[in-house]
């Protein structure tokens, strides 16, 4: 089992910049990818992006990738989600996913509000 714990979550002003992080623990031996995903007001849970274990290689969804950075801090387990330029429709609930080999994503941490205000 892994256990995810996300934090970083906040305010900020359209434009600015924000970094959640999503720390992992347990058997983090299993994880294939670990991805973010985002609840924004009154939709479902969508796709972010994600970083493959093995090499950090990393995948974005297409309107976030060059505002958003996935990354990983290796001997903390730690990966982050670096926000630059946000807009007030990245408003929403943040959370992170592992989707171990041969599976989709079965661990999710708690998730973290990010309002981001004009």
């Known amino acids: 089992q892994v256990r995810l714990v996300e934090s970083g979550g906040g305010s900020v002003q359209d434009g600015g910049s924000l970094t959640l992080s999503c720390a992992a623990s347990?058997?983090?031996?299993?994880?294939?990818?670990l991805g973010w995903f985002r609840e924004l007001p009154g939709d479902e849970r969508e796709f972010v992006g994600r970083?493959?274990?093995?090499?950090?290689?990393?995948e974005y969804v297409g309107d976030i990738e060059g505002r958003f950075i996935i990354y990983r801090e290796r001997d903390k387990n730690t990966v982050y989600l670096s926000m630059i330029s946000v807009k007030p429709e990245d408003t929403g609930v943040y959370y992170c996913?592992?989707?171990?080999?041969?599976?989709?994503?079965?661990?999710w941490g708690q998730g973290t509000q990010v309002t981001v205000s004009s």
């Open positions: 996913g592992v989707a171990p080999a041969g599976s989709g994503y079965i661990y």
């Open positions: 347990g058997d983090t031996e299993s994880i294939n990818v």
């Open positions: 970083i493959a274990w093995i090499d950090d290689s990393t």
